[in-house]
């Protein structure tokens, strides 16, 4: 029995496969000396082989290479970048068509440019793919003008950007919902157990294994940054008003088709303090939002370690999208709390607990969110929330809200 627990968990904890090999050999030597020729036992020799590490007793699962998607960041200004979900294989006018849509840009006058980290410029020809070897030295990717001068002007000091006009108000809230799931589930249904113990317990040399996992923290980040950035663009005190009231029923929805991923992302997004501090919006949102946003506010409390939230998450059934951060955290305390060696022998109590965190991977992906979702999503909303253009520098959000509403 101990044999088969160690064997179920083997593929996630690879460091155990020389206590692996040393459970075999005292194993061997001790059918050798209670196990007659003829014992049922003996017939099972075969299985007892195909269950070693030399088989391949592991699950068959799609390699991620396979249709692998990408977060592509593509800077538009110093301060600001477009994020493309895409195909591996995109090439540079692919790309070049994806942002000129999403900020409503003249592709034919842009061209996208790797800055290496010596600060050097770069053009690269429409055909060529975006991730190649070749580009690996590059630091980000920009697009300029054909003259290679900036596009455009920072975002503080951009008045057209600030004056364009909100798309996100005239979007229906339970779509962009459904494409935020679509997005989230897409990535997490690719997401593979043994990335959680790679990212916790080996964060040095996990490079290549965590690629699903670190998609979806981005993704997560990306996320929040997004609701930041609408809001504090947003000049029109009534239209700020109007995209709270539209982030609050997306949380909810989010919610309700059980993806907390994103969930957590739109409420950590309002609860920022470039934007929380928007006291004159916050007052003008309508008494019943408050107390909605209020309720969803509380299931992010980490009081009693993340209880609310814990609570309302073994409640859901599956297929759901967990909080991915707090399940790291969770591995990694476990991790550091616990002697991997209790005298000279393998803590396996410390590795039950880290499977048992590791296990609420599978069960949440039990079935295919289609089956959840009855809805599609809207072309339109899925190439907008497929392209988020989002703010990633902090002094440039402060300076926005504070513009927005200075401090008295």
């Known amino acids: 029995t101990l044999y088969r627990y160690v064997l179920d968990d083997l593929y996630e904890f690879p460091s155990l496969e020389t206590e692996m090999k040393e459970l075999q050999k005292l194993l061997r030597m001790q059918r050798r000396h209670t196990v007659d020729e003829f014992s049922p036992q003996r017939k099972n020799k075969a299985l007892f082989h195909q269950l070693s590490l030399k088989e391949s007793w592991q699950p068959v699962r799609a390699p991620y290479r396979e249709n692998k998607e ?60 975006v991730f190649a070897d070749s580009l690996s030295a590059a ?54 157990e043994k990335e959680l113990v790679y990212f916790s317990l080996s964060r040095d040399s996990c490079a290549g294994h965590t690629v699903a996992l670190e998609l979806l923290l981005q993704r997560c980040n990306e996320v929040q940054q997004w609701v930041m950035t609408e809001v504090l663009l947003c000049p029109a005190l009534c239209k700020r008003v109007q995209l709270f009231k539209k982030f609050i029923k997306i949380a909810a929805h989010c919610k309700a088709q059980r993806n907390l991923n994103s969930f957590f992302a739109i409420i950590m997004g ?21 107390k909605l946003f209020s309720e969803l506010e509380s299931l992010t409390d980490p009081s009693f370690n993340h209880k609310a939230y814990r609570d309302a998450f ?28 209790l005298d000279n022998l393998l803590n396996f109590e410390k590795l039950r607990m880290i499977a048992d965190m590791v296990r609420i991977v599978r ?8 089956n959840l979702l009855a ?30 509403e200075p401090k008295l």
């Not at 538009?76 to 994806?98: C, I, N, P």
């Not at 003259?147 to 008045?159: I, K």
């Not at 309002?270 to 408050?290: D, M």
């Not at 991915?324 to 616990?338: A, R």
């Open 363 to 370: 069960h949440c992906q039990t079935n295919h969110m289609g």
């Open 314 to 341: 073994k409640k859901m059934k599956s297929p759901k999208i967990p909080f991915l951060p707090l399940v790291l955290k969770d591995i990694t305390f476990i991790h550091e709390g616990n002697r991997t060696f």
């Open 139 to 192: 630091g980000r990717l920009c697009v300029c003008r054909r003259d290679l001068t900036e596009l455009m002007s920072p975002v503080t000091d951009n008045g057209q950007l600030q004056q364009q006009p909100v798309r996100m108000l005239s979007m229906n809230t339970w779509d962009v919902a459904v494409a935020l799931t679509n997005c989230d589930w897409s990535l997490f249904s690719r997401l593979q």
């Open 270 to 290: 309002l609860n920022t303090a470039a934007v929380s501090r928007l006291s004159q919006t916050w007052e003008k949102v309508p008494g019943r939002f408050k």
């Open 70 to 129: 990408v977060l592509c960041r593509v800077y538009v200004t110093v301060d600001s970048y477009v994020s493309v979900r895409t195909h591996a294989a995109v090439t540079v006018q692919e790309l070049l068509a994806a942002v000129a849509e999403r900020l409503e840009w003249a592709e034919e006058d842009m061209v996208l440019v790797a800055l290496t980290y010596s600060r050097e410029k770069m053009v690269l020809p429409l055909q060529q793919c």
């Open 375 to 404: 809805q599609k999503d809207s072309a339109e909303v899925r190439g907008y929330i497929n392209y988020l253009h989002i703010i990633d520098n902090q002094q440039t959000l402060f300076e926005l809200s504070h513009r927005l």
